[in-house]
């Protein structure tokens, strides 16, 4: 195995400061994508979230702690498609370990996909799902066709959210495009007090 030598880390360190300073350097609207995008992509998440649980309350006919429901639906997806953005893609891209622009826009549609889309409406079917059983407002399965029956349920909301899936997903890869594209503007700028001779 090999060993992490100190002047490695100060290699790091010392990217890692010179991108900061660069990134300083940008307009505030460039400079807030790069801090904030994630931040942009876990709003969206959340809305994916809210739009696949009103979808289920409705086929369940869930009435009773409809705020129950909506909150984690909106929390739990801004919180983990927030922290999977800047982690997978704003922080790598502004330590300068990802430095290739079809890898940001692949891990940001990804993360779009999967933890923007698809995880709001997998977590919507738990959630509804337990409110219905516990308030008994949708007749719910014996323990044999429990999968089949989820299935069945499921496959009407997948087709009215596969737009807003889709959407997140172009978004968040855009996302990474517009992050790459504006840090390596921030690279190509000259520090003030620096002249080329």
Not at 12 to 21: G, L, P, W, Y
Not at 55 to 78: D, S
Not at 182 to 196: H, N
């Amino acid at each position: 195995m090999e060993k992490h030598k100190p002047h490695d880390t100060i290699k790091e360190k010392s990217i890692f400061d010179i991108i900061a300073r660069k990134i300083e350097l940008l307009p505030e609207a460039e400079r807030n994508l790069l801090e904030h995008g994630s931040t942009y992509n876990g709003l969206n998440a959340a809305l994916c979230g809210l739009i696949a649980n009103s979808l289920f309350l409705r086929v369940l006919h869930v009435t009773q702690a409809r705020i129950a429901a909506t909150l984690p639906m909106a929390a739990l997806p801004f919180l983990t498609a927030n922290a999977s953005f800047k982690g997978f893609v704003s922080l790598p891209l502004s330590t300068g370990d990802l430095n290739c622009e079809t890898c940001t826009v692949t891990r940001g549609g990804l993360v779009g996909l999967v933890l923007g889309g698809l995880y709001p409406v997998f977590l919507a079917i738990s959630i509804n799902g337990g409110l219905a059983a516990r308030n008994q407002s949708a007749l719910l399965p014996e323990k044999g066709n429990t999968l089949t029956y989820w299935i069945k349920i499921s496959k009407p909301i997948f087709r009215k959210m596969l737009f807003p899936i889709l959407l997140q997903t172009m978004f968040a890869a855009y996302l990474g495009s517009r992050q790459y594209k504006v840090l390596i503007k921030a690279l190509q700028l000259l520090e003030p007090g620096l002249e080329i001779h």
